[in-house]
């Protein structure tokens, strides 16, 4: 189940999931956002906490774009806010559509390989670039959609969907730490791999092994470059003036999420693929498949 209908079932406030993960301020809520459900279980916490750091390690087509339209789920608006903002989550995720279906033919050749034990490394680059391709084009045809909210917003709202975002972003980096550190590739991805195919210890070792020579060879992500264009639209999107259009960091960025993102799934399925039994690739890559159908339905969940 994707985090944000945990949240809408559960009721539980955005502070309190994340409270226990964001390293940012996470300030200057609105004053429509309902209070935090204090009396919410560790359990719940933890279920909705498990969902979103699942959604940051294995969704990036959109780059920070994404991370603003999820953060419209839980940004308290106004009954007459309410139509406009969920049109304009509604916009944002249309425009993300090429991304995110670039993503999806990834994931699918992926699966096509794994179960025949024969990946293409040609037709698996190709996917990886046309994720990073069509990333790049998200923010430009999403500016008119980001300017729209910002006329919708008040500046409290304003303020408080920058926080949303930038704990995202902290969850993000918490997600994939197994894979930003040289020190620890792969770890806690593998280790639910592990759980979930019924692995030996000496595949597990066999996989460590493999992912840490690819990890010699992959690019490493730029966090600057991310904190640096956040750091960018936060300040434009909390002023009185805002267009998305000048904001010449947001290409790069959404490209290289998109693209560092693709190119590690790549990555691991070609370092589990040829340790894997017939019957374990076939169980992975149908995980695959239902990854790869999983589109938005009418609530936002993607």
């Given at each position: ?36 459900a ?11 906490s498990?969902?979103?750091m699942?959604?940051?390690?294995h969704?990036?087509?959109?780059g ?9 789920d ?12 969920e049109?304009?989550r ?7 559509e090429?991304?995110?279906a ?11 390989g ?9 037709s ?5 670039a ?10 430009d ?9 910002h ?9 408080a ?8 972003w902290a ?6 730490a ?15 791999l592990?759980?979930d ?5 000496n595949?597990?070792?066999?996989i460590?092994?493999?992912?840490g ?23 434009a999107?909390?002023?009185?003036k ?8 947001a290409?790069g ?14 990555h ?9 039994t ?15 159908a999983?589109?938005?339905?009418n609530?936002g969940n993607?």
């Open positions: 189940m994707e985090y944000r209908t945990i949240l809408r079932k559960r009721g539980i406030g955005a502070a309190v999931l994340f409270g226990a993960f964001a390293t940012v301020g996470c300030g200057g809520v609105s004053a429509n956002t309902p209070p935090p204090t009396a919410a279980r560790a359990s719940d916490v933890d279920d909705v498990a969902g979103l699942e959604h940051h390690r969704h990036h087509h959109g920070v774009t994404l991370m603003i339209a999820l953060s419209l839980t940004l308290g608006v106004s009954p007459g806010q309410r139509t406009a903002v049109k304009i509604s916009d944002l995720h249309a425009r993300m090429p991304a995110r670039a993503e999806q033919q990834l994931v699918t050749t992926l699966a096509d794994l179960a025949a034990a024969n990946l293409d490394a040609a698996v680059d190709a996917a990886v046309q994720v990073e391709a069509a990333a790049a084009k998200v923010h045809a999403s500016a008119d959609a980001l300017n729209e909210l006329a919708v917003l008040t500046p409290p709202e304003r303020a969907l920058v926080d949303k975002v930038e704990a995202h969850v993000w980096q918490k997600a994939n197994e894979q930003t550190d040289p020190r620890n590739p792969e770890r806690g991805q593998l280790a639910m592990a759980t195919l019924g692995l030996t210890r595949q597990v070792d066999k460590r092994a493999g992912l020579e690819g990890m010699k060879a992959m690019p490493r992500v730029d966090l600057q470059e991310i904190a640096t264009h956040l750091r960018a639209f936060g300040d999107f909390r002023s009185d805002f267009d998305a259009r000048v904001l010449t960091t290409n960025a959404n490209a290289h999420l998109a693209g560092w993102g693709a190119a590690r799934l790549a691991f399925i070609e370092a589990v693929s040829p340790v894997l017939p019957d374990q690739r076939a169980r992975f890559a149908q995980r695959l498949r239902e990854h790869a999983h589109t938005p339905s609530g993607q």
